[in-house]
């Protein structure tokens, strides 16, 4: 029985510990909102910067503040400038500290909230990129810690005048729009006895598109790839292009395809027009997938879309029964429509 309720109070005091420990997070978080807000570029200064001495450095300014008070009560000059020098040291430490982060710019790169050019699937990392630049011509920032969370700080180092650029990462755990959680930038420059650190938000986005989940293909996909492949062999033996005409030669013209005879004639240099059959198109949507979960759903269209646009189909794309505004894709192909379908799958709602 004492077993039980010692595990009950460990649950209870557990919970209370999470309970707090959210409580302090939100209300940090709405403090650094308040003191930093969110911008695409950021100078540190003086309101952005916090500073602290370590551990170590405590320590040192105790024993320093020790040896003052007894060689003042021993009368002792030695002592006495000893830890006056150990404090001065100390204070130094302090400006130079503070004086590594101070003037530093930093700037997300490719920063678009609608359509952000970083993308990503679920279960993969996120990449953010930003820049930084030195406070000036002469002014070197060395031993820089920057990071997306405490565990993953990376050094960095501005020479003076220069611009660095630096990539961080971050899971991606939902599909949508992520924001970049807040970066960590800190330093103990020069001897570790202070620690002066900031962490800007620089509104940096990324789209999570969703898992591609592996399941089965229309069948009107399959019998398009069958006949398109089939149309393929035929064209490379016959040719399956008609001709329809003549139009005046352009530049970037294939040579095979001009007219010799028309410019025998003295009509100019033309250039054969050819029709080529229309490609058949492919329609994916939610009906495919009756009953299951939207999630789920989400996951299969994003393989189908990710197969159908490789082998080179039309594809269109329906999503009936969400909120967002365009439901509807119509069939198409290249790089540039596939992402404009997956970028659909991601912010359905």
């Known amino acids: 029985m004492d077993t039980g309720i010692r595990q009950r109070a460990a649950g209870l005091r557990q919970r209370w510990q999470q ?19 969110p911008a695409t570029s950021l100078q540190l200064g003086q309101k952005t910067i916090f500073i602290l001495p370590t551990f170590q450095g405590a320590l040192f300014a105790l024993g320093a503040i020790v040896v003052m008070i007894i060689a003042i009560a021993e009368r002792n000059p030695v002592s006495l400038f ?38 990503c699937f679920v279960g993969d990392s996120a990449t953010f990129t930003l820049t930084i630049q030195a406070a000036g011509k002469h002014r070197r920032h060395q ?5 997306l969370a405490a565990d993953a700080l990376q050094p960095v180092s501005v020479l003076p ?25 800190r330093t103990r420059y020069p001897a570790g006895l202070w620690q002066a650190w900031s962490r800007p938000d620089l509104a940096m986005r990324a789209l999570v598109y969703p898992q591609p989940q592996i399941c089965a293909l229309p069948a009107a996909a399959l019998r398009t790839s069958a006949n398109a492949v089939g149309q393929q062999l ?10 329809v ?10 040579q095979r395809h001009i007219a010799w005879h028309s410019l ?5 240099i033309k250039t054969k027009q050819f029709a080529r059959e229309a490609e058949p198109e492919i329609l994916l949507s939610f009906d495919q997938f009756p009953g299951r979960e939207p999630e789920a759903v989400l996951s299969c269209l994003c393989f189908q879309v990710l197969q159908l646009s490789r ?8 999503l009936a029964g969400g909120e967002s505004r365009d439901t509807t894709f119509k069939p198409g192909q290249g790089d540039a429509h596939k992402h404009t379908l997956l970028r659909a799958l991601a912010l359905w709602t």
């Open 19 to 37: 309970l707090f420990s959210q409580a302090l997070a939100k209300r940090q978080a709405r403090w650094l909102d308040r003191r930093v807000p």
């Open 82 to 119: 000893l830890s006056s020098l150990l404090l001065s040291l100390f204070l130094l430490s302090l400006v130079l500290c503070y004086r590594n982060l101070s003037g530093l710019r930093l700037q997300a790169a490719h920063v678009d909230p609608v359509s952000p050019a970083q993308r």
């Open 143 to 147: 031993d820089l810690w920057l990071g």
């Open 161 to 185: 005048g220069a611009v660095t650029t630096v990539a961080l990462t971050s899971a991606a755990v939902q599909r949508g729009l992520m924001s970049a959680p807040r970066l960590i930038l």
């Open 234 to 243: 035929a064209g490379r033996n016959s040719g399956v292009d008609d001709f």
């Open 245 to 254: 005409g003549l139009r005046n030669y352009q530049a970037g013209d294939r």
């Open 264 to 268: 025998a004639r003295g009509q100019g």
């Open 311 to 318: 082998h080179g189909l039309r594809v269109g794309l329906q």
